[in-house]
C-alpha cells in the first residue's frame, strides 16, 4: 500500500500542486486540463477587488450575495462559508445534541466524509443508507440529511427527495441537504426543484462545484435557523472571507446552465471512445468515470497495491504526463479516490475528445509499466 492515511493524502496532494506550479512556471497555464468539474474560478473586476477590505466587503458583497444565493438555492437567508464541509460541521454543531441521532439517506454510499466526522465531534449516533426502503426515522433524532448528487454524482430520485423530507417533518425533524454538486446537477439537468423549495430547512452548495466559483460554501433556508448558524460559523472562523464572498457572487452570476447540458451531450462520445478500449468506465451526469474498483478489474497483471492506490498512481501519471487534472491526484483527505474526466468546466470545452482517449489509454499504459515497482509507485506519489 501506498497511501495509507491522511497525512499521506496530504503529502500527495502536496506533491500534485508542485506538479501543477511547475507546468505552470515552465510551459504555461494552456498546458492544464482541469477536468476535476471542481476547476472554480475568481472572477472579479479591479473595481471590486478595491473593495476588498476587512468590513468594506462584507458590507457590499455579503448584502448582494443575499439576493443573487437565495435566486439560486431559494430558502429565506443563505450564509457563506470557507467550504461545503464548514457549513455541515456549524449546521451539526448547532442542530445535533450528544446522544442524539443523525440519519442520512442518499443514492448511493459513501456520504461525504464531513459528516460522520462531524456527528463524530458533538458525540451523536450517526446512520446512513442508500437503500430507500430501510430508511427509518429512530426515536431521538435531532437531524435528517440527504445528499442531493453524491461526490461520484449519483442523483438521488425526486419522489425519495420528498417522501424523506415528509418523513422528518411529520415528527419535527429539521432536514439538511448536502447538495454540494446537487444545486447545479439535480436541477439543470434532471430537472429538480431547489432543495428549499422541496421544503429543506437547509441546504448547503459548494461554489466551486460545476460553476465558475472559488473553493467555497453556501448555506441557504429559513431564517431562524440560518442565524443560529451563523453564531456557530462566526465563533470558530468557518465563515467565507470577503474575497471568497465577491468570487462567489460573480461565479453564481456567471453560471452557465447551457455548458452543464452541453457536456451532458458529449460525454456520451468521450464514454463510446473509451470503451473500446475499457470494458469498466460509467458515465457521469457531465463525464465519465472509473472507480478504484473498476479500475483494479481492467488490470491482471499481479501487483501488491490497494484499488485506491491504483487510482492515485493513474491520476498522478494522467497530471504529469499531459496536464490533465483529476481529483484523485490533487484532493482533500478522505475525498473520492473515482477518476472522473468531467465535460463542464471551461477547460473541457476545446477538448478534442479523441486526443483525450489517446491520453488517457497511454497513461493506463504506463500505470501498467509501474505497478509492479513499489519504490517507482512511491517516487510517483510522493
Ligand atoms: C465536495 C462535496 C462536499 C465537500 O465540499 P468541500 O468544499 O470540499 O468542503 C460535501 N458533500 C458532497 C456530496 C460533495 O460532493
Redesign the pocket.
Known amino acids: 500500500m501506498i497511501i495509507n492515511n491522511s497525512l499521506d493524502e496530504v503529502k500527495k496532494r502536496e506533491k500534485a500542486l508542485s506538479i501543477i506550479k511547475n507546468i505552470v512556471e515552465n510551459k504555461g497555464r494552456e498546458f492544464l486540463h482541469d477536468l476535476t468539474g471542481l476547476s472554480g474560478g475568481f472572477i472579479a473586476s479591479p473595481s471590486e477587488l478595491s473593495l476588498l477590505e476587512t468590513y468594506v466587503g462584507p458590507a457590499i458583497f455579503e448584502d448582494a450575495l443575499q439576493e443573487v444565493g437565495i435566486a439560486h438555492m431559494g430558502g429565506e437567508k443563505v450564509l457563506p462559508l470557507n ?4 457549513g ?1 460541521l456549524a449546521a451539526i454543531l448547532t442542530l445535533v445534541k450528544e446522544d442524539s441521532n443523525v440519519v442520512h439517506y442518499l443514492a448511493e454510499l459513501p456520504a ?1 466524509p ?1 459528516i460522520p466526522r462531524s456527528c463524530k465531534l458533538v458525540g451523536a449516533n450517526y446512520f446512513e443508507t442508500d437503500v430507500f426502503d430501510e430508511f427509518t426515522i429512530p426515536d431521538n433524532t435531532s437531524l435528517v440529511v440527504i ?1 442531493g ?3 461520484d454524482h449519483k442523483v438521488i430520485d425526486e419522489g425519495e427527495f420528498k417522501k424523506v423530507i415528509e418523513m422528518a417533518h411529520e415528527r419535527g425533524i429539521p432536514v439538511m441537504v ?1 447538495d ?2 446537487g444545486a447545479r446537477l439535480r436541477t439543470v439537468v434532471f430537472n429538480q426543484a431547489k432543495a428549499c423549495d422541496l421544503g429543506a430547512d437547509i441546504a448547503i452548495t ?1 461554489t466551486d ?1 460545476l460553476m465558475p466559483g472559488p ?1 467555497g ?1 453556501l448555506m441557504a433556508g429559513r431564517k431562524d435557523l440560518i442565524d443560529e448558524i451563523k453564531i456557530k460559523v462566526n465563533q470558530f472562523g468557518l465563515e467565507a472571507q470577503p474575497p471568497a464572498v465577491l468570487a462567489m457572487l460573480n461565479g453564481i452570476e456567471n453560471f452557465n446552465e447551457d455548458n452543464l447540458i452541453n457536456s451532458f451531450d458529449r460525454k456520451d462520445q468521450l464514454f463510446d471512445l473509451l470503451s473500446s478500449k475499457f470494458n469498466n468506465f460509467k458515465k457521469t451526469p457531465t463525464g465519465v468515470m472509473i472507480t478504484p474498483e473498476d479500475l483494479a478489474k481492467e488490470i491482471n497483471i499481479p501487483h501488491n497495491l490497494s484499488d485506491n492506490d491504483l487510482a492515485f498512481i493513474f491520476s498522478f501519471i494522467i497530471l504529469k504526463d499531459y496536464g490533465i487534472i483529476t481529483i484523485p491526484a490533487v484532493g ?1 483527505p478522505g475525498a473520492s479516490a473515482t477518476i472522473r474526466f468531467d465535460l463542464s468546466t471551461s477547460d473541457a470545452f476545446n477538448l478534442d475528445l479523441k486526443d483525450l482517449t489517446k491520453k488517457i489509454e497511454s497513461s493506463f499504459e504506463k500505470l501498467l509499466d509501474v505497478i509492479t515497482n513499489e519504490e517507482k509507485c512511491r517516487e510517483i506519489v510522493f
Not at 83 to 86: G, L, Y
Open positions: 467550504r461545503t464541509s464548514s455541515i461525504h464531513s445528499t448528487s453524491t461526490m448536502d454540494a454538486s459548494s462545484k473553493r460554501g482533500m
